[in-house]
C-alpha cells in the first residue's frame, strides 16, 4: 500500500540508476520455468527441497514458481547466447514456502545483477561495490558487508569433509534440524541461525585453511579492490550462503538495525559452474540480489528513504453544469502537475470540504460566476496568500507562480 509502494518503486529506480551507469541491461525473466532450472540450485537445499512452490500444468509439464532469478538468468544466457561477459540486471517477485515472519515472506521482490562469462576477481569487487553504493544513495548507515571465499569446487569437497567430521563428532550438541542437514550436506549446518547450534558452528573449521593457491590469490585481490574503494567490509569465515551453487567469493550484506534472524538484505558470490550445469558452455558467473522487502525495513529502522512526494499540487473545485473542471485538470496534468478533483455532481461546499482534506497545496476554483466572467479562483490551501481570481487562459501561469 502507498505510501511504502512508492518507495519501493523510488529504490528499484535508484538501482535501476546505478545498474545502468555500471553497464548493465535490464532483463525480466518469467516468473515460473520447469523445475529442472530450479533444482540446479542444489538439491540439499531448503529452498528446492521444502520451498518450492511447484504444480503441474495442463500439458503435463512439472512447473515451479521462481524462488530466485539466478538461474533463469542462466537459463536465458544459455539459450540467446549474449556478447560475454553479459551484465544483466533485474527486478521482480520470487516464491518460497518459509514460515513467514516480518522480513521473511512467502511472495518478496528482488532487485539483482549478475554477470555472466568472466573469471576476473575484479569483477567481484564491482558487483559488491553496485550493491554498497545502493545501500549508501538510499541512505542507510549500518548495513555490514561480509566477505567469504568458498574456494574452488576441490577446495570445497576437502573442507566438506573436514566439517562432516567435526560435526559428526559433535552431533549430540546440533539441533534436531541441523542433525538432518549434516546428513544431507554439512556445509549447511554452517548456515543454521538456531542459537543451540551457535556454539559448535563458532568452533567449526574454516575454509580460509582450505584454499588453493589460485582461490586465495583471487580473494586477496578482491579484498585490495574494495580497500581502495573505502568500501568496508569483514571478512566472516563462516559465511556460506543458503543456495549450493557457490564457489570463490561470497558476500552478504546484514542490516544492523534489524533483528539477526532476518537481517540479510542482500548477498551474492559466485557460481562458475552453474551455466554448464544448466547445459550451457563453461562459463563463469557472479551476481547477488538485495531483497526489497526487508531493505525497506532497514530504512523504517534507520528513518531514511521517506516516500517521495504523491500528494496532488493542485485540487480543482468545479461546481460548473459544464465539463470545465475535467478540463482543467487536463491541463494542469500535461504542464506536469499532480492534479485532482472531486466528483463534479458534489456541491461546491462539500467539494471544498474534499480540497482541505486532500494534501494539495492550492485549489482552483470555478462555479457559474467565474465561468461567466471567463475567469477561475485560485485558492492557497496552506501557507500564506488569499484567495484570487485570474483569467482562464492565465491559469495555469497562475498555477505554475504559485507552486513556485
Ligand atoms: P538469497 O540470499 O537467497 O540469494 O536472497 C537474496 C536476498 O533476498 C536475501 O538477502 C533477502 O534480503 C531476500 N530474501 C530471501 N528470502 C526472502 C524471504 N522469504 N522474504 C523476504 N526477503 C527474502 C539469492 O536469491 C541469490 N539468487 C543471490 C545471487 C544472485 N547469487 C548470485 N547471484
Redesign the pocket.
Known amino acids: 500500500m502507498p505510501p511504502d509502494t512508492d518507495r519501493m518503486r523510488a529504490m528499484v529506480s535508484v538501482f535501476a540508476d546505478e545498474a545502468t551507469k555500471a553497464g548493465f541491461g535490464q532483463v525480466t525473466p518469467p516468473m515460473f520455468e520447469d523445475i529442472g532450472v530450479f533444482v540446479r ?1 542444489g538439491e540439499a537445499t531448503d ?1 528446492v527441497t521444502k ?1 518450492l512452490y511447484s504444480f503441474e500444468d495442463k500439458g503435463g509439464r512439472t512447473i515451479a514458481l521462481r ?5 533463469s ?1 542462466c537459463r536465458v544466457f544459455v539459450e540467446q547466447r549474449p556478447l560475454t561477459p553479459w551484465k544483466a540486471w533485474y527486478y521482480g517477485a ?1 516464491f ?1 514456502y ?1 514460515a ?1 515472519q516480518k ?8 532487485v ?3 554477470v555472466i562469462g568472466s573469471a576476473d576477481p575484479d569483477l567481484d569487487t564491482e558487483l559488491i561495490a553496485l550493491a554498497a553504493r545502493f545501500y549508501e544513495r538510499l541512505g542507510l548507515r549500518n548495513v555490514r558487508l561480509m566477505v567469504n571465499s568458498l574456494g574452488d569446487p576441490a577446495d570445497r569437497a576437502a573442507y566438506t569433509e573436514a566439517l562432516r567430521n567435526y560435526f559428526t563428532d559433535n552431533v549430540a550438541d546440533l539441533t534436531e534440524q541441523s542433525q538432518e542437514t549434516l546428513a544431507r550436506n554439512p556445509l549447511r549446518v554452517m548456515d543454521s541461525k538456531r542459537e543451540p547450534d551457535q556454539a559448535i558452528i563458532a568452533s567449526a573449521p574454516t575454509l580460509a585453511d582450505f584454499l588453493s593457491s589460485e582461490a586465495a590469490a583471487a580473494f586477496d585481490r578482491v579484498q585490495a579492490g574494495l580497500k581502495v574503494m573505502n568500501i568496508p567490509f569483514d571478512i566472516e569465515p563462516r559465511l556460506v ?3 549450493d ?2 564457489n570463490r567469493t ?1 558476500f ?2 546484514a542490516a544492523e538495525s534489524l533483528d539477526a534472524a ?1 537481517n ?8 562458475d559452474g552453474l551455466v554448464a550445469n544448466l547445459g550451457g558452455p563453461d562459463e563463469p ?11 525497506l525495513l532497514a530504512c523504517d529502522a534507520e528513518g531514511v528513504m521517506g516516500a517521495p512526494a504523491t500528494n496532488p499540487q493542485v485540487w480543482i473545485v468545479a461546481a460548473t453544469a459544464g465539463v470545465e473542471g475535467i478540463a482543467i485538470v487536463d491541463r494542469l496534468r500535461l504542464l506536469g502537475l499532480r492534479a485532482d478533483k472531486a466528483e463534479s455532481s458534489k456541491s461546491m461546499k462539500a467539494q471544498m470540504k474534499r480540497a482541505n482534506k486532500s494534501g494539495a497545496d492550492v485549489a482552483v476554483i470555478i462555479g457559474e460566476d467565474e465561468l461567466a466572467r471567463g475567469e477561475a479562483s485560485i485558492k492557497p490551501l496552506r501557507g500564506q496568500g488569499d484567495q484570487h481570481s485570474v483569467p482562464i487562459e492565465q491559469l495555469e501561469t497562475a498555477v505554475q507562480e504559485y507552486l513556485e
Open positions: 540450485l529452498v520451498e524462488p530466485e532469478q539466478t538461474a538468468l520470487n518460497r518459509e513467514s522480513g521473511r515472506y512467502r511472495q518478496f521482490d528482488q539483482g545483477a549478475e550462503r543458503g543456495l551453487y557457490y561470497t552478504e550484506f532476518q540479510a538484505v542482500g548477498g551474492g558470490g559466485r557460481y558467473g557472479i551476481g547477488f540480489a538485495l531483497g526489497v522487502d526487508r531493505t
